[in-house]
C-alpha cells in the first residue's frame, strides 16, 4: 500500500492532468449530449482525486479527515463542471452518487 505522502502526490498530479484535459477539450465536451454526460464523469472523477490529496495531507499532518473534505473536494469538481457545461453539474451528480456508493462497497469488502 502506498504511504499517505506517495499517495497525495499521486492524487494531486491526476487531478491536475484531468482538470487540465477537462479545460483543453471542454468546448468539444459541451458540443454533444453524450460528451455532456462525459464531462460530468469526468468532473466526478476529478472529485475523487481532490477527495484523496486532501485525506492524505490531512492524514500526514495528523488531523482526522471529516465533512470539510468532502465539501471543499465537491466544489472543485462543481466549479470545473460548470466551466464545460451546466448540464455537466446535474450528470455530475448521478455520477458523484454512484462513485461514491462503488467506494462504500469496496471499503466494505477490504474489512471483511
Known amino acids: 500500500m502506498a504511504s499517505p505522502g506517495r499517495s497525495m502526490l499521486y492524487s494531486l498530479l491526476l ?5 487540465s484535459l ?5 468546448g468539444k465536451l459541451a458540443s454533444s ?3 455532456t454526460i462525459v464531462g ?8 475523487v482525486a481532490m477527495l484523496t490529496f486532501i485525506g492524505n495531507y490531512q ?4 488531523s482526522r479527515t471529516g465533512w470539510g473534505a468532502v465539501i471543499v473536494a465537491e466544489s472543485i469538481a ?24 462503488n467506494l462504500i462497497v469496496l471499503i466494505i469488502a ?3
Not at 492524514?59 to 495528523?62: H, I, K, L, N, R
Not at 460548470?82 to 451528480?93: A, G, P
Open 78 to 101: 462543481l466549479i470545473a463542471a460548470s466551466t464545460v457545461h451546466r448540464v455537466c453539474i446535474t450528470t455530475w451528480y448521478f455520477h458523484f452518487f454512484l462513485l461514491t456508493h
Open 33 to 35: 449530449e453524450v460528451l
Open 15 to 19: 487531478f491536475i492532468i484531468i482538470l
Open 59 to 62: 492524514e500526514s499532518c495528523g
Open 110 to 112: 477490504m474489512e471483511l
Open 22 to 26: 477537462l479545460e483543453m477539450y471542454r
Open 40 to 47: 460530468g464523469l469526468i468532473s466526478s472523477l476529478l472529485f
